[in-house]
């Protein structure tokens, strides 16, 4: 772990180390992703049937196998436990009210002159949902990537998960069923994306790809995009905290590990004004990691990429915060809503001592899957618009066209364009 303040010598090349966190070295794995998107492109589904032999240890024999019955699916919801089935729902619930509110309308603007100028939202007719398998499974991911997609209205929805051995985890199969979800594919990796992307004999294409993955679904995401639309290229999970002297060392320590446990490439940082805070989080931090069941996935990542960094000032804090633009934030202060306005870059921001960053994952209700590795500077979390499109509306009347054509006319004419200019002049008195 990182354990520096900002008057260190070697505070920049330290620093300089964090905003490298986590990055994925997606051109050593290009051109394995690039054979397998091929393959699936040519081959189809006997190709998928060879990488999922291959990666996943079972061999589909029909093509029938590659597809999760709604029976499986509405027998793994009736057998949950009725406690996980409440909170289940709560999670489904808030997710969508929250979602909701994000739809964007159609608009139209009429001028005197009779020009009417808006713009139609429509939904993507299809969408292919990546929802994550091997080390964990994750139903929370599977709400979170389904229900924005439903409520944008998009009619098809597919899903594909790998299912390692031929198994999968039967809390997602419940989810499939609580979301109403009929297309769930047994397929993962960099041979889902291209599956969707551009289609085989069971899996549909389609429009647009959403969902986390390891390094070769991100590439493969990468490679595919512009054929179809993508939500962004995931990395690593990461967590940033800004605390002073108030916040609990023993919350925030694992806090941080929350997101250490995802896997051994995760960043978990810490920036406070306070040496005593940041000493106590230190101390904390061990204390917790002994007690996790992924205490060996957590201990690697704190130590290769965990950080606390001791500053002079809360403002200081914010500024390095807002350079490293993390996935999730959490302001620890009496009074965070104060250093909201500062705050520029981040996922998702979460306020106050009493709400950490795993609120998030599951119940709030906002997305959680979010821009990593800095792109939180131009990325947004997933949301409602990832599945749906603007068109442009417009409609000129005779005179609006003759109070402005000449203009028209004469910019297309210096452009060069001459059939531009005459479509223009044609139609004006």
């Known amino acids: 772990m990182i354990f520096v303040n900002t008057q260190d010598t070697n505070f920049k090349s330290n620093f300089e180390e964090l905003l ?32 999922i032999s291959k990666f996943d240890n079972w061999t589909p024999h029909a093509d029938s196998d590659l597809k999760i019955s709604t029976e499986s699916m509405s027998k793994a919801y009736d057998n949950l436990d009725e406690k996980l089935k409440s909170a289940l729902h709560t999670a489904y619930n808030r997710i969508k009210v929250y979602h909701e509110k994000q739809k964007p309308k159609s608009w139209f603007d009429d001028e005197s002159n009779g020009t009417i100028l808006g713009q139609k939202v429509t939904p993507v007719d299809s969408a292919g949902l990546y929802i994550p398998g091997g080390k964990a499974a994750y139903p929370s991911s599977l709400l979170m990537n389904v229900i924005p997609a439903q409520v944008a209205g998009v009619e098809n929805i597919v899903v594909c998960t790998p299912a390692p ?31 969707m992307a551009y289609g085989t004999e069971s899996i549909p294409k389609v429009d647009v790809i959403t969902g986390p993955g390891n390094i070769f679904v991100a590439t493969a995401k990468k490679m595919v995009f512009g054929d179809v639309n993508i939500d962004m290229i995931a990395g690593p999970s990461e ?10 060392a023993n919350h925030l320590a694992i806090d941080l590990l929350s997101q250490a446990e995802h896997d051994e490439m995760a960043s978990s940082i810490l920036i406070t004004p306070s040496q005593k ?26 130590e290769e990429r965990g950080a606390i960094i001791v500053t002079e000032t809360m403002e200081e804090a914010i500024d ?17 809503f104060e250093l909201l306005p500062l705050i520029k870059h981040a996922g998702a921001i979460f306020l106050g001592h009493y709400t950490p960053e795993a609120i998030g994952d599951y119940v709030a209700g906002p997305n959680h899957t979010l821009p990593t590795g800095g792109t939180a500077k131009f990325y947004s979390p997933l949301g409602v618009e990832n599945f749906m499109k603007k068109t442009s509306i417009i ?20 452009e060069g364009l001459t059939a531009h200019e005459q479509s223009v002049r044609v139609r004006l008195s």
């Open 239 to 248: 967590i940033g905290v800004l605390a002073d002297d108030s916040a609990n």
């Open 277 to 302: 805070l940041a000493d106590e989080v230190k101390i904390e931090i061990e204390n917790w990691l002994v007690k996790l069941p992924r205490q060996e996935i957590a201990r690697k990542s704190i």
């Open 20 to 51: 490298g966190r986590g990055k994925m070295d997606i051109d050593n794995v290009s051109s394995i992703v690039g054979n397998l998107i091929n393959e699936i492109k040519v081959d189809k589904n006997k190709a998928l049937k060879e990488h």
């Open 165 to 195: 051995e031929n198994q999968v985890n039967e809390l997602l199969l419940a989810a499939c069923h609580l979301c109403g979800v009929k297309h769930v594919y047994k397929v993962g990796g960099a041979s889902a994306i291209a599956a």
């Open 320 to 336: 390095l915060m807002n350079e490293i633009a993390p996935e999730h934030l959490e302001v620890a202060t009496n009074s965070p």
């Open 395 to 414: 409609s000129f009347s005779k005179k609006a066209i003759n109070e402005i054509g000449e203009e028209c006319a004469l910019i297309a004419k210096t």
